[in-house]
């Protein structure tokens, strides 16, 4: 299956939320080349609106939508990053968000979503309690329902935050990209980017070996769902979709695996030689090119760094400080 | 005592330093302004080279000194940043860094000052041995001692963060300036910045309760010196010099403080909402702005954020990710 999505659908993309979302610096550590032995330009979608990457794909699905569909509003079902993107999109469009969320979801989250003013309607922590409940919101109310990564409009916004990189480092030929893969929708957009808009042609998803769906899809050359992810990078539990898998079949050069301990010692390499914070799963690329340093030696490469999101609390024993997650 | 520094000593520490330093960002945070409820603009000193704008004023004083003084090599005593920041400009220069360290530094720190080829010489963990070491290294080696902050060369190399900032925000009118102040090296270089380089004649230094010398030096007109400083902020606990004391007295509006409950939470603001690592002593100014509504309510205030060295370890315990400090 071919996908249908056209450098014009990309460029649209950007064109319509480029107002809303920040175009997110590119940083360099020489610390970090000497240790990869290679050049990397990590575009830092942790600084992104909602501290992730998903601001872009919320941001396009809601602001395509129709006149009449805005009326109704629009729903989703996530207790991560997806749900902001779409509180937080709603918001910009005058719009609803019905966001469907696990009663035990994290407070903070919770709080997140409605701090864009989006509705918070709880339900049982099931997967089928959430599709039901979605089901639900979509009778209901007429609301259009966004999927986190299945659709095109999406992947075009993800698609954005390698057009940005590759604009911003127009004076340099970057040889490798690489971006973490869950769902798909930010390494197919990716993909899609830099088959369209550069001459970059190895193109990596990274993944967590504890939910290696895409790994082991991409070999089969079918869909394999992920079945009981194990993974300290919760953002890459989640499986492939259809769209996704098409373009990523056509596009990537390979899937590229770390272990948990690769991916926290990649995450602790960037939060110290970097000072910024980064999510688990943020750090499955860096942690796949310190373990396969035979295809990166001295080459440019780009990493998407997608997403800043950790609960972190400090509190103080005495004049120590502590940390908890 | 008046200072004999002149803006020409800053000018020409910066030009002195320029290609050695990185030129750090200015970010802002609207989360942050509406909770504070004015407008801040952070320059990150967590992102200079050795994490902390301490590399500024050793890279002026070592540059500073005679081919002569250079031959012979540099020492100083110091188990935090300005440690790492002699070591640095020591192998910049290609001289050599003799750096007392207490035989119970962290490891990370030792080895901090041996990777820029940095000579470590332990002494025991009381303030009399490490001057006696120092002492020692300056008898036999004929080495020159860079104080952390006592020392014109460091105060004008301190000076060029500030300088840059007002350099870069020339398009808008800063009404205030921040800077945290332990020895004084940072506050009296920004205050004397502010001052020839810019309208700003709001200056405020500011302090942890814990270790308030610098208050109740300001109030007394007379330098009183730290006894027994408890805080969290530890890059803050040593007392004002003699010469850092006379710019401050000169030139500050005030010395604002903070309790480190307040640190704490200003600390934990800036690491939730703009994804950027800074230590304790770094969020002081903050913490002292939201302590101090009424002094900046609607205006637009600059910080120095000064660093970003904190020993962070990630763990695993089953696919939960664990910290410590």
Chains 1, 2 share one sequence.
Request: proline share 4%.
């Amino acid at each position: 299956m071919q996908s249908s999505i056209a450098p014009a659908h990309i460029v649209e993309a950007h064109d319509r939320i480029r107002n809303y979302i920040h175009r997110t610096p590119i940083l360099t550590c020489q610390q970090i080349d000497d240790i990869a032995g290679c050049e990397i330009y990590f575009k830092c979608e942790n600084f992104q609106k909602v501290g992730a990457f998903k601001a872009r794909g919320g941001l396009n699905a809601v602001l395509s939508l129709s006149p009449q569909e805005l009326e109704k509003g629009v729903t989703t079902h996530s207790s991560g990053n997806h749900a902001q993107a779409i509180a937080l999109a709603a918001k910009i469009a005058g719009t609803h968000a019905y966001i469907v969320m696990p009663e035990n979801a994290p407070r903070v989250k919770v709080d997140a979503v409605r701090g864009y003013d989006g509705e918070v309607i709880f339900c049982k922590p099931t997967l089928e309690a959430r599709e039901t409940t979605v089901q639900e919101v979509i009778r209901e109310k007429n609301a259009t329902f966004i999927h986190p990564y299945n659709d095109e409009r999406i992947i075009c916004g993800q698609a954005t935050a390698a057009k940005e990189l590759i604009e911003d480092l127009s004076h340099l030929q970057l040889d490798s990209i690489l971006a973490p893969v869950g769902g798909g929708g930010l390494l197919s957009g990716t993909a899609l980017a830099a088959s369209f808009f550069s001459q970059i042609r190895e193109i990596y998803g990274c993944e967590p070996e504890g939910a290696d769906d895409a790994f082991q899809s991409f070999r089969a050359g079918v869909l394999i769902p992920q079945r009981n992810p194990q993974t300290v990078a919760d953002g890459l539990r989640t499986s492939l979709g259809e769209k996704t898998f098409a373009v990523i079949s056509d596009l990537v050069s390979d899937i590229l695996l770390a272990d948990d301990q690769e991916i926290v010692a990649a995450m602790e390499l960037i939060w110290q030689r970097m000072k910024i914070i980064i999510e688990p799963s943020c750090a499955t690329p860096l942690a796949a090119v310190l373990r396969n340093p035979h295809l990166f030696a001295g080459k440019k490469i780009g990493i998407i760094l997608s997403g800043g999101n950790v609960d972190i609390k400090f509190g103080l024993d005495g004049t120590r400080l502590t940390f908890s997650s």
